[in-house]
Every structure is written in structure tokens, then in C-alpha cells.
């Protein structure tokens, strides 16, 4: 069943319900799964379809990623130039990493406008 999802539900009924329902399956010869499957989706068939989500605005979320590893670059940068806590290597290819993603992101930018 590609692209189907299960979704666990509980069904309240009353007892007579509940036994109508147990007939109706043994009728039809049908599993409970397969029934509700197929009620849902023949109700669903009538209901509208849920509007589009808005475009994704590229710039502004690249912007946005530039604003976060700017100011993550900006911390990390006081560690580097402490006399007296020398950074360790991790941090040093940290800021670099940071430095490189910024560079990608700013070129990123320029070729959307």
C-alpha cells in the first residue's frame, strides 16, 4: 500500500451499533479497516480540497539563514581571540564551516535576485 497511511482511531458506539456494525462486516465479507477506509475517503471525495500553501519566499528565507550564522558566527569569534583560553581545534573548523555555509549562502542570494 505505497503512499497509504494508517491512522489509529478509536470508534464509539453503542452496543446495538457496535453488533449492526459486526453483521455488516460479515455481510460484505469485509474487514473494519477496509470499511472505514473506504468511508472516509468517500467522504472526503465531497469535501473541498484545502488551499495551497503560499510560495516559499527564497530570499527571505535565505536572508534568514544568513541573519542565524552571522550571529552564530559573531559568538563564535570571541572564543577564537581569547589570550588567555587558546580555542581548540574543533571551534577553529566550526567558525570556518560557518564562514564557508556564509560565503554559499551570500552567493546563494545574489543569484536569486
Known amino acids: 500500500m505505497s503512499g497509504h497511511y494508517t491512522i489509529p482511531t478509536r470508534i464509539r458506539l453503542t452496543e446495538a451499533q457496535r453488533e449492526q456494525l459486526y453483521w455488516l462486516l460479515r455481510e460484505r465479507g469485509q474487514e473494519l479497516d477496509d470499511l472505514m477506509t473506504e468511508l472516509v475517503a468517500d467522504y472526503l471525495a465531497g469535501q473541498p480540497l484545502p488551499p495551497s500553501p503560499p510560495p516559499i519566499d527564497r530570499q527571505a528565507t535565505i536572508r534568514e539563514q544568513l541573519r542565524l550564522r552571522r550571529n552564530q558566527l559573531r559568538m563564535l569569534r570571541n572564543h577564537l581571540h581569547d589570550p588567555h583560553n587558546p ?24 543569484r536569486e535576485d
Open 87 to 110: 580555542p581548540p581545534g574543533w571551534l577553529r573548523a566550526m567558525v570556518a564551516e560557518l564562514e564557508e555555509e556564509i560565503a554559499r549562502l551570500e552567493v546563494e542570494l545574489h
